[in-house]
């Protein structure tokens, strides 16, 4: 498994509509954030009649034999709120443990600086290594999983040191779920189900906004299967002798690709995007934008044109906004001329004409 080419890829589909162009909390496009793959609480989906999923489901084939062994790992964003304020008196020293007098506002400016309100985000992962399909087809797995409440404030000083304002991050316990199977398909032939669950408590659900329910969300979830001593089965492109039993894979809210180098066949992504087997970034790609990495050049040409105002803005949101306007004010002109075009597959091409 080329681990660099997997890995790169799971991270763009993670971050997948983190932040949109023109990469401030202002634009109306960031106003409804996390589009892709968010699991809300189970009361919240009932409340929204199902439009919001609470769970999701791959189910993909295996060949193997005894020895055969799958590795799950499920990866999601937990977010973290956070909030912006002002103290109603600068205090010369702020203690740890204080809490201050202070009123939440959506920006404040602090001498060139420009602090913002916004929704981060935390990397979660839960696996469930080495598991023999043999012993799930006798057995069931079930993998529960928690990540608790947390809250720190962090002091904004001006020129003087005195601390005039203050971030405050908020994250919301979560709890859930993995639930692994696996049922003879053929000889030695696995159907491996896998679901994701969130089972985080939610109360009032009628009465809460989308907003609050992604607090408590699962967000971007995907998952990551391996497989040792065997080898998975393209859902995409099976096999005649594989066929029936493919479309008797049911997934929901997902969609299972090979993923690697092409006719690599131990790793599979159970992406909330649809994808192809074998999905890659393009190489001419220098980093991350939040937008499929599709429209490289132009979401570059366009950050060139953002004003100082907004190229502020910008900066202001968090790392990884400040990460691709600095990579775009030093990209190289090799760089750039890179992305304007390339052509592959010419050898399809000919093929085709012959």
Known sequence: ?????????????????????PYRPSAVKNRQRFNFG?????????????????????????????????EVKARFLHLLAREVAELATPLVELREGDEPDYHPVEKLEIGDRLFQTWQEAVERDVSAPNLNLNDLV????????????????????????????????????????????????????????????????FGDAKSRSRDEALMQSLVSTHTILSVGEGEFVSLLDPPAAFRDAAAGCHN????????????????????????????????ESPGDLFDGTEIDEILTLRILTLTEDEKRAMRGVDERARQILER???MPVEQMMKMHGAMRSLHLAEEDER
């Open 328 to 330: 775009t004010e030093t």
């Open 38 to 70: 968010a699991l809300c609480p189970e009361s919240y989906s009932v409340a929204q009649q199902g439009t919001e999923a609470w769970s999701m489901q791959t189910e993909c084939l295996v060949r193997g034999g005894r020895r055969a062994t799958i």
């Open 252 to 283: 929901i809210g997902t969609w299972p690709v090979l993923v690697g180098e092409a006719g690599e066949r131990d790793c599979l992504l159970s992406s909330p995007i649809i994808l192809y087997d074998y999905p890659e970034i393009a190489p």
């Open 1 to 21: 498994m080329n681990l660099r080419l997997v890995e790169r890829l799971v991270n763009a589909v993670l971050y997948e509509g983190y932040i949109l162009y």
């Open 138 to 201: 006798r057995e069931s797995l079930r993998l529960a999983f928690a990540f608790p409440s947390t809250r720190e404030i962090e002091p904004l000083r001006d020129a003087s040191g005195k601390t005039v304002g203050v971030i405050v991050r908020k994250q919301a316990a979560i709890e859930g779920a993995i639930e692994v199977a696996a049922e003879r398909a053929g000889d030695n032939l696995f159907k491996v189900s896998v679901r994701i669950l969130n089972e985080t408590k």
